[in-house]
């Protein structure tokens, strides 16, 4: 089996896949906002990854 790093930026398609994921990987009082995580892969603090 191969799989594929890909970058998640934007308003892709993938980052709706990322949010969704984030919200069932953690429990809410264990996850900061996810907008507090998007502003840092801005400052490029942060980067967003999927694995296909």
């Not at 840092?40 to 999927?50: K, M, N, P, Q, T």
């Amino acid at each position: 089996m191969t799989l594929t790093i890909k970058r998640v930026v934007g308003l892709s398609d993938a980052n709706a896949q990322v949010k969704a994921l984030y919200k069932r990987a953690f429990p809410k009082e264990e996850r900061i906002p996810y907008s507090w995580l998007k502003s840092l892969a801005h400052r490029a603090i942060v980067d967003f990854f999927s694995l296909l």
